[in-house]
Nanobody
Framework: QVQLAESGGGSVQAGGSLRLSCAVS????????VGWFRQAPGKEREFVAA????????RYADSVKGRFTVSRDNARNTGFLQMNSLKPEDTAAYYC?????????????????WGQGTQVTVSS
């Protein structure tokens, strides 16, 4: 059974940084894209970033470009989301997901496996 476990969330002040991790167990995901999504209260879950199977072709939402960096370590079966210059509008529950293919996608429907989420709260 595939399981994804996010960690690294917390509360920071605006301008601060956090690094989220996503540990995948139950199967290797080296041939699959990994994505990050977030959901704020009362809003739909939205795409944040994704990275292809080889670590290339990262893609970002416009709202996080230049501040967030997505990466992965296939040897450790772990994905990462480095978040810098955090803003109050980044406050949300963050979810990692593994896609069914190797290609990067911004669509939730492209991802088969999801973590339980980790909360990020940014205060002004």
């Amino acid at each position: 059974q595939v399981q994804l476990a996010e960690s690294g969330g917390g509360s920071v002040q605006a301008g601060g940084s956090l690094r989220l991790s996503c540990a995948v167990s139950g199967r290797t995901f080296s041939n699959n894209a990994v994505g990050w999504f977030r959901q704020a209260p009362g809003k739909e879950r939205e795409f944040v970033a994704a990275i292809g199977w080889s670590g290339t072709l990262p893609r970002y939402a416009d709202s996080v470009k230049g501040r967030f960096t997505v990466s992965r370590d296939n040897a450790r079966n772990t994905g990462f989301l480095q978040m810098n210059s955090l803003k109050p509008e980044d406050t949300a529950a963050y979810y990692c997901a593994v896609a069914r293919t190797s290609g990067v996608s911004t669509q939730r429907s492209s991802y088969d496996y999801w973590g339980q989420g980790t909360q990020v709260t940014v205060s002004s």
